[in-house]
């Protein structure tokens, strides 16, 4: 697949081109290929290049799924608005790596405790700085998130405020600054760690809790309500990218209409419509609002005779 990314008012032949590729692998499997301009390079300095927001089935557990569905989305989010953050999440991957490594070479006699300064040190650098990019995402997300869930759902934002805020197992006692309350707790579970064979703290072990009125959603809200939050913590996404410098984020919509009331598709419709661009995906055309199908233009994928998959006009339909 490949892409030209830019600006409406630069020309095409001046846009970054994109190309994502599957590559065959000597060992018979396959491997994504990224390329910019021309360049191999990973998948996360695409952030740079060509902003997005991602709404797909998985989504609809963000209230009340696994924690990682949280923390990645708002890793997203957070390199998408810092390439710093991005540098700093990769080095605090590798510094865990390399220390649960250690950690279990402890727990066999194979190592000495005195090996992890060198990692602790990494670790608490990255964590540090992961941590304080992900309280100031939230802090900077508040307005965004309560001025969507008050134009979703105003007799609920009428009641209470939606919030999202940040759970760890590493909090900061008063006066501690995000390092020291690492520091802290890393020194206060280092024989539990040791006998565990891994790391017990840090922002991998994180959360985010959506509340309202101070309780949380995963235990107490309706699914209707939890959608809602949902909707409003993607909405909100796109805004705080687009305030960036003005340019709203492609959103991607991956087979999601079918989970949302129809309301909350109303809603959504609307917003897309604002937007320059947007790319919507679905088993069939029957889940999209009409008003979404009467401005877009469909596509389908289909198997050519070659057997491969191949994406087509679909003339007798109209998604977008």
């Given at each position: 697949?490949e ?25 018979g ?27 797909a ?13 949280r923390?990645?989305?708002?890793d ?42 060198f ?22 997300l ?71 009125a ?65 790319f ?41």
């Amino acid at each position: 697949m490949e892409a030209r990314v830019g600006r409406r008012d630069v020309p095409p032949d001046q846009r970054d081109a994109i190309e994502v590729a599957l590559v065959r692998t000597a060992s018979g499997g396959a491997r994504k290929r990224i390329r910019v301009n021309g360049v191999a390079r990973r998948a996360g300095a695409l952030h740079g290049v060509l902003r997005t927001v991602l709404f797909a089935p998985e989504e609809m557990l963000l209230v009340a799924g696994s924690p990682s569905l949280r923390r990645e989305a708002l890793d997203r989010l957070a390199g998408q608005r810092s390439p710093a953050y991005v540098r700093d999440l990769a080095t605090y991957g590798r510094a865990l790596q390399q220390r649960n490594g250690l950690l279990r070479a402890i727990r066999e006699e194979q190592a000495d405790r005195s090996e992890l300064r060198f990692w602790d040190q990494t670790l608490l650098e990255a964590g540090t700085a992961v941590r304080e990019e992900r309280q100031r995402l939230l802090r900077d997300l508040a307005g965004p998130l309560a001025a969507a869930h008050a134009e979703i759902a105003p007799d609920e934002a009428g009641e209470t405020r939606l919030e999202v805020t940040y759970s760890t197992n590493a909090p900061q006692h008063h006066g501690e600054t995000v390092r020291d309350a690492l520091v802290r707790r890393l020194a206060e579970t280092a024989d539990k760690e040791v006998w565990n064979g891994t790391t017990l703290i840090g922002p991998h072990r994180d959360d985010l809790v959506f509340e309202m009125a101070g309780r949380p959603l995963a235990t107490f809200a309706s699914r209707g309500q939890q959608r809602t939050a949902i909707l409003a913590f993607k909405l909100a996404e796109l805004d705080l990218l687009t305030e960036l410098d003005g340019r709203p984020p492609l959103l991607l919509l991956d087979d999601v209409f079918s989970e949302l009331d129809p309301e909350r598709r109303s809603h959504l419709v609307r917003r897309i419509s604002e937007l320059p661009q947007a790319f919507v995906t679905t088993t069939t055309l029957d889940d999209l609002d009409p008003a979404l199908r009467s401005v877009g233009t469909a596509w389908a994928v289909t198997t050519g005779p070659d057997g491969n998959s191949r994406l087509e006009r679909d003339d007798g339909g109209r998604a977008g």
